[in-house]
């Protein structure tokens, strides 16, 4: 059992974060992809929902404000990132001026209330007109130059393509581009497989763009079932509960139901912690895990939308023959030397022995000839 001293038992669970090995390798890839890209790049992290994203991008963000630690204390006017969450739109349509005030908040920018609100006139005078957009977006941009973060993360990023019917899907993205352009800033967005719609939308953006495929644990994979027993055994370690229990005995229900997401899976032991908390319960039963489980249906859907996003992250023969085709190369790259090879003299070859050559023979019977 964990000691829990001075915390609330299920707090204590709540705070507890698991370095398993799929989350270090996306930690180390997105470290490196901030760090290495180009100016004003954009980064999409993908996964199914439940994967650990949110984890993933409050790991990174610790770890670029320790490493700028010292640059931080010298210069007050610097932060090390930017983080927000794209809200869902209320109407329908994805509000651009709130996503910039979100912003304009997040950077702590002062006289915030003018920029959103008003405006003050040529004589000092404070006047209520609200802000247009295009205005907001020019004062997030020149924050983020005064500022210099290291990245702008945006967090359930698939929001953004909550559009209106008449506007195409391409202006969304664009507008991050813009602004990632003009500020010479890593945008990193964070969401789900809807984010694979802005992947290709046009050529300028698949260049601009890096893919990081944050996948969750297959049962198809042996070495993927043995991680996620080692999670089990780990979690199992952490329950603050009197008396220990064997999660590995459940293993196929506690996979079944978290279709291998490990924050599914947390979240859904601190359900069933709570139930075993309020009854009194020494220990943690099948029974509490079973109460608090998601539905078929819903793991259904889930996993439905998990291959499909899976299936498109992953590019087969089929797609680089394509590719290949489009470029002219063909199957396969013939030198000079191979064309000079197969240009051999024709071969005459004699006829068999016995056999006369072949020719056009009169047809029909000989006409008697009278004198």
Same mark, same amino acid.
């Given at each position: 059992?964990?000691?829990?001293?001075? #915390?609330?038992?299920?707090?204590?669970?709540?705070?507890?974060?698991?370095?398993?090995?799929?989350?270090?390798?996306?930690?180390?890839?997105?470290?490196?992809?901030?760090?290495?890209?180009?100016?004003?790049?954009?980064?999409?992290? =993908?996964?199914?929902?439940? #994967?650990?994203?949110?984890?993933?991008?409050?790991?990174?963000?610790?770890?670029?404000?320790?490493?700028? %630690?010292?640059?931080?204390?010298?210069?007050?006017?610097?932060? /090390?990132?930017?983080?927000?969450?794209?809200?869902?739109?209320?109407?329908?349509?994805?509000?651009?001026?709130?996503?910039?005030?979100?912003?304009?908040?997040?950077?702590?920018?002062? %006289?915030?209330?003018?920029?959103?609100?008003?405006?003050?006139?040529?004589?000092?005078?404070?006047?209520?007109? /609200?802000?247009?957009?295009?205005?907001?977006?020019?004062?997030?941009?020149?924050?983020?130059?005064?500022?210099?973060?290291?990245?702008?993360?945006?967090?359930?990023?698939?929001?953004?393509?909550?559009?209106?019917?008449?506007?195409?899907?391409?202006?969304?993205?664009?507008?991050?581009?813009?602004?990632?352009?003009?500020?010479?800033?890593?945008?990193?967005?964070?969401?789900?497989?809807?984010?694979?719609?802005?992947?290709?939308?046009?050529?300028?953006?698949?260049?601009?763009?890096?893919?990081?495929?944050?996948?969750?644990?297959?049962?198809?994979?042996?070495?993927?079932?043995?991680?996620?027993?080692?999670?089990?055994?780990?979690?199992?370690?952490?329950?603050?509960?009197?008396?220990?229990?064997? =999660?590995? =005995?459940?293993?196929?229900?506690?996979?079944?139901?978290?279709?291998?997401?490990?924050?599914?899976?947390?979240?859904?032991?601190?359900?069933?912690?709570?139930?075993?908390?309020?009854?009194?319960? +020494?220990?943690?039963?099948?029974?509490?895990?079973?109460?608090?489980? %998601?539905?078929?249906?819903?793991?259904?859907?889930?996993?439905?939308?998990?291959?499909?996003?899976?299936?498109?992250?992953?590019?087969?023969?089929?797609?680089?023959?394509?590719?290949?085709?489009?470029?002219?190369?063909?199957?396969?790259?013939?030198?000079?030397?191979?064309?000079?090879?197969?240009?051999?003299?024709?071969?005459?070859?004699?006829?068999?022995?016995?056999?006369?050559?072949?020719?056009?023979?009169?047809?029909?019977? /000989? #006409? +008697?000839?009278?004198?």
């Amino acid at each position: 059992m964990t000691a829990w001293a001075d #915390v609330d038992p299920l707090q204590g669970f709540r705070c507890f974060t698991i370095a398993h090995p799929l989350l270090l390798e996306m930690k180390e890839r997105l470290l490196s992809a901030i760090k290495s890209a180009a100016p004003g790049s954009l980064i999409l992290v =993908l996964g199914p929902t439940g #994967v650990g994203k949110t984890t993933l991008r409050l790991k990174v963000e610790q770890l670029l404000t320790e490493e700028l %630690l010292p640059s931080l204390e010298s210069d007050r006017g610097r932060i /090390p990132f930017v983080s927000v969450n794209t809200m869902a739109p209320l109407n329908g349509n994805f509000s651009w001026k709130d996503h910039f005030a979100r912003l304009l908040r997040q950077m702590n920018e002062p %006289l915030i209330d003018d920029k959103l609100n008003g405006e003050r006139n040529s004589r000092g005078q404070f006047t209520p007109a /609200p802000r247009a957009g295009f205005e907001l977006q020019y004062a997030v941009e020149q924050a983020l130059r005064h500022r210099r973060p290291v990245a702008v993360f945006l967090d359930e990023a698939q929001h953004l393509g909550r559009i209106a019917s008449g506007r195409k899907l391409a202006d969304q993205l664009d507008v991050v581009k813009s602004m990632a352009s003009q500020t010479k800033i890593v945008h990193v967005l964070l969401g789900t497989y809807e984010l694979l719609a802005f992947r290709n939308l046009s050529g300028q953006l698949s260049r601009r763009s890096l893919d990081i495929h944050f996948r969750r644990y297959r049962c198809e994979e042996k070495r993927d079932l043995e991680i996620f027993h080692n999670i089990l055994l780990t979690f199992q370690a952490q329950l603050p509960l009197p008396e220990p229990c064997d =999660l590995s =005995l459940w293993i196929d229900l506690l996979y079944e139901c978290s279709i291998g997401c490990v924050g599914i899976l947390k979240e859904w032991l601190m359900r069933a912690l709570a139930i075993a908390l309020n009854e009194g319960k +020494p220990t943690l039963y099948k029974r509490h895990l079973e109460r608090t489980a %998601l539905s078929a249906s819903q793991c259904e859907r889930i996993l439905i939308e998990a291959r499909e996003g899976e299936v498109r992250l992953n590019e087969d023969d089929a797609s680089r023959s394509r590719l290949r085709n489009l470029l002219g190369i063909g199957e396969a790259i013939t030198t000079p030397t191979d064309v000079q090879a197969q240009r051999r003299a024709p071969v005459h070859t004699k006829g068999r022995c016995a056999r006369r050559n072949p020719k056009r023979d009169k047809v029909g019977l /000989p #006409v +008697p000839a009278y004198a």
